[in-house]
């Protein structure tokens, strides 16, 4: 996980084109550990502007996250079978090399 | 943070964590949230935590009356792309900064990677002008025998050749 301090702290700044700044470097580096820190912008900070930007930061990372997870737990009956196989052979290559 | 533990944390002994997953609730406007932020709003024990539900509440179910749902936000994200301005910021963001590293080892070798880098840059930049272009050879070829007879006149010997 990328340290997102630096980012935290321009949330902070007391300048809103700082904080604006912060805003999107999180949303780009796309960690859902920002979500607390976007959601406190979005229901707190006085510009309405940057409470918008933080709800379109905070939206793009948490609907990534969620597609992610749906993909990832969506795999066919198939593929599911395919993935037990080559882990199971690379298991059994694993103890063959150890003899 | 799972996305998908918001919902549990709602009912986290701790308010300050409900009052964060309503915050967070209400920003993605998660519809399927709403019945549980109902709940939260008419049970919780803070008052500061049914009023932040109660916000929350109004503001999903405003953007679902604007038609908005999960799967909609999905696909919304996915087919939008990156502006020139989020690219350079994308770029910008990659970019280490030497001063944070505490490590005086690492950025020993973070100062000395980012050396070479400039001077990679640098090479590249001026490499069709500043380097030094290798002198043309003399013309000599009036000196150079070309047939066989004039090299061996010139002192190659026949047994060379066999």
């Known amino acids: 996980m990328a340290d997102l301090r630096v980012w935290f702290q321009k949330l902070r700044a007391p300048d809103p084109a700082i904080r604006a700044a912060g805003i999107e470097a999180l949303e780009l580096l796309g960690d859902t550990e920002a979500l607390p820190a976007l959601a406190e912008i979005f229901a707190t900070d006085p510009d309405p502007v940057l409470r918008g930007l933080a709800q379109k930061a905070g939206k793009t990372i948490y609907y990534n996250a969620i597609r992610q997870a749906v993909e990832t737990h969506s795999a066919s009956d198939d593929e599911r079978r395919q993935a037990a196989e080559i882990l199971a052979r690379a298991k059994a290559k694993r103890l063959q090399n150890r003899r | ?162």
């Open chain 2, 1 to 162: 943070m799972d996305v998908f533990s918001l919902a549990e944390r709602l009912r986290d002994p701790d308010p300050r964590v409900r009052v964060e997953a309503l915050r967070i609730l209400a920003m993605v406007e998660e519809t399927r949230a709403l019945e549980a932020i109902r709940w939260v709003f008419q049970n919780d024990p803070e008052p500061g935590v049914r009023e932040v539900a109660q916000w929350a509440g109004h503001v999903i179910w405003l953007a679902q009356q604007r038609g908005h749902s999960t799967q909609q936000a999905m696909q919304d994200i996915f087919s939008r792309t990156l502006s020139p301005d989020h690219q350079a910021l994308f770029l910008d963001a990659l970019k280490i900064d030497l001063s944070r590293i505490d490590d005086p080892k690492i950025r020993q070798y973070a100062e000395e990677q980012d050396y070479r880098r400039q001077l990679a840059d640098i090479m590249q930049e001026r490499a069709d002008e500043d380097l030094p272009v290798l002198p043309a050879p003399q013309d000599t070829s009036a000196d150079i025998p070309t047939s066989l007879d004039d090299l061996l006149e010139a002192g190659l010997s026949s047994e060379l050749l066999e």
